[in-house]
């Protein structure tokens, strides 16, 4: 059993960064791959990003490629989202969530086969 807790949301001008935490209790982080996933007001659920439980790959929606960067401390189990040029559209809840078969069901968007979903933390990118 995983429990997640998101945190570092906020408000941000267009253009700017921001990094979120996923802090992990229960079991060993070490066997999960760890996505990021976003919904905004009206809109479906996204997925954001992936970073498996090795570290040897990651995965990122075209939306944000080039501007998020997925990173692990499994020692500490953190995960994080670095979040540059910032857009209004990037304006969501976002969730981090974990998965024992490290990225499958991200890759595939079997989203609902995920098993652990913490909260979430709200983003705002506004002037």
């Known amino acids: 059993q995983l429990e997640l807790v998101e945190s570092g949301g906020g408000l941000v001008q267009p253009g700017g960064s921001l990094r979120l935490s996923c802090a992990v209790s229960?079991?060993?982080?070490?066997?999960?791959?760890v996505s990021w996933f976003r919904q905004a007001p009206g809109k479906e659920r996204e997925g954001v990003s992936c970073i498996s439980s090795n570290v040897d790959n990651t995965y990122y929606a075209d939306s944000v490629k080039g501007r998020f960067t997925v990173s692990r401390d499994n020692a500490k189990k953190m995960v994080y989202l670095h979040m540059n040029m910032l857009k209004p559209e990037d304006t969501a809840v976002y969730y981090c969530?974990?998965?024992?078969?490290?990225?499958?069901?991200?890759?595939?968007?079997?989203?609902?086969?995920?098993?652990?979903w913490g909260k979430g933390t709200l983003v705002t990118v506004s002037s």
């Open positions: 229960g079991d060993t982080l070490d066997y999960y791959g």
């Open positions: 969530a974990a998965e024992i078969r490290d990225c499958a069901n991200f890759v595939y968007a079997n989203y609902d086969n995920i098993d652990y």
